[in-house]
Nanobody, 126 residues
Framework: QVQLVESGGGLVQAGGSLRLSCAASGSIFSRYPMGWFRQAPGKERDFVAAVSRSGGSSTYYADSVKGRFTISRDNAKNTVYLQMNSMKPEDTAVYYC??????????????????WGQGTQVTVSS
């Protein structure tokens, strides 16, 4: 089982950037595909991005963030990142890191991610 802790959230102006980090412990991090999701007040939790076990070009993005956000991972540091650029007020949400099922493909549905962090708040002011 893997434990996840997000950090790096905060307040940023529209057009600005933030980098979220998610530190993993308790299991072999490199076995897990990883994802980022977000949930705005009163809305469902939405997929943001996912990265394969090896990282690199094996990534998958929601259309709403494609070209602005970049997911990456450092298996030596047991950490996955979400670099967010050109941020918009509609990016405001609680952002969650999630670990998928060992050996699985990349998915956008939260049901494929059994392990979750506690979330970090991101607020983008206009």
């Amino acid at each position: 089982q893997v434990q996840l802790v997000e950090s790096g959230g905060g307040l940023v102006q529209a057009g600005g950037s933030l980098r979220l980090s998610c530190a993993a412990s308790g299991s072999i991090f490199s076995r897990y595909p990883m994802g980022w999701f977000r949930q705005a007040p009163g809305k469902e939790r939405d997929f943001v991005a996912a990265v394969s076990r090896s990282g690199g070009s094996s990534t998958y993005y929601a259309d709403s963030v494609k070209g602005r956000f970049t997911i990456s991972r450092d298996n030596a540091k047991n950490t996955v990142y979400l670099q967010m650029n050109s941020m918009k007020p509609e990016d405001t949400a609680v952002y969650y890191c999630a670990a998928g099922i060992i050996g699985s493909n990349l998915y956008s549905s939260s049901r494929h991610y059994p392990y979750w962090g506690q979330g970090t708040q991101v607020t983008v002011s206009s």
